[in-house]
């Protein structure tokens, strides 16, 4: 599966995805941030589920109806878990991200949200 950090998740999850196999590009590696729209346009130019911290990424995939493969947002978690949620949720909602799920993932639950036709 490939992957996009947003720049707002700590860098160490890219190293631990890495790890286990995933393709990730972190946006925290790139010399200037081109903004919320254009991350998520890459990320589904890339064919990338896009992992974020930001709920406005779910504004730009739900009101303005922007494409995208998947969007991960993770809410509550400290930057050294972030690498450890990702790769649980990754396995555990493969299925639901390749339709294009909104996956909202809190320490004591998970909210999975499609896109209306």
């Known amino acids: 599966m490939k992957l996009l950090l947003d720049a707002?998740?700590?860098?160490?999850?890219k190293l631990v995805l890495?790890?286990?196999?995933?393709?990730?590009?972190?946006?925290g590696d790139w010399d200037t941030d081109p903004g919320d729209e254009a991350?998520?346009?890459?990320a589904y130019?890339?064919?990338?589920?896009?992992?974020?911290?930001d709920k406005d990424f779910g504004e730009l995939a739900i009101?303005?109806?922007?494409?995208?493969?998947g969007i991960v947002r993770l809410v509550?978690?400290?930057?050294?878990?972030?690498?450890?949620?990702c790769s649980q949720i990754l396995k555990t909602y493969e299925h639901?991200?390749?339709?294009?799920?909104l996956i909202t993932v809190e320490?004591?639950?998970?909210?999975?949200?499609?896109?209306e036709s």
């Open 39 to 42: 991350i998520l346009t890459r």
């Open 96 to 101: 639901e991200l390749n339709q294009g799920a």
């Open 8 to 13: 707002c998740v700590w860098g160490g999850a």
């Open 18 to 27: 890495q790890a286990e196999g995933y393709d990730v590009h972190w946006a």
């Open 76 to 85: 509550g978690f400290r930057a050294q878990e972030q690498g450890r949620v």
């Open 45 to 53: 130019q890339e064919g990338r589920v896009l992992i974020t911290l």
């Open 63 to 69: 009101v303005h109806r922007q494409p995208h493969c």
């Open 107 to 115: 320490p004591d639950r998970v909210r999975i949200r499609y896109m």
